[in-house]
């Protein structure tokens, strides 16, 4: 059985790249046990996971590509993946926080945006 051993600067920017990754998601455990509401609870995750997840991503990339003696880029496609689909997935819970609050009469939530002038109506036909 052989080992296949990596130079230590490559070791110490893969472990500095997940400790990092560790430091935001405890960021986003933090503020999510803080936060008071719903809506306020959904920012901290979104943003510290996807820069945990960026950080993986750089440290599999590099270890990756140090062991195989090559670009290793197949790790993108999960970063890419999770970069659309983290922001649009929180804006669909906040709206669906927005809507069931409104539905219950929270007096917290802003009013629902109303337009400013009332729509054009079709000319009368005689």
Avoid at 77 to 102: E, M
């Amino acid at each position: 059985m052989t080992t296949n051993t990596l130079p230590l600067w490559i070791e110490i920017i893969v472990a500095i790249l997940l400790l990092a990754s560790a430091v935001l998601t405890l960021g986003a455990s933090w503020g999510l046990v803080r936060m008071r509401t719903f809506v306020q609870r959904m920012h901290p995750p979104a943003l510290a996971y996807v820069g945990a997840s960026w950080c993986v991503t750089f440290a599999s990339i590099v270890y990756f590509s140090a062991q195989n003696e090559g670009p290793q880029l197949h790790v993108w496609l999960i970063i890419i993946l999770l970069s659309i689909t983290v922001p649009i997935t929180t804006v669909l819970l906040a709206r669906a926080a927005l809507f069931r609050g409104r539905r219950l009469n929270d007096a917290t939530l802003p009013p629902a945006l109303q337009p400013k002038t009332p729509p054009p109506t079709a000319p009368e036909q005689h």
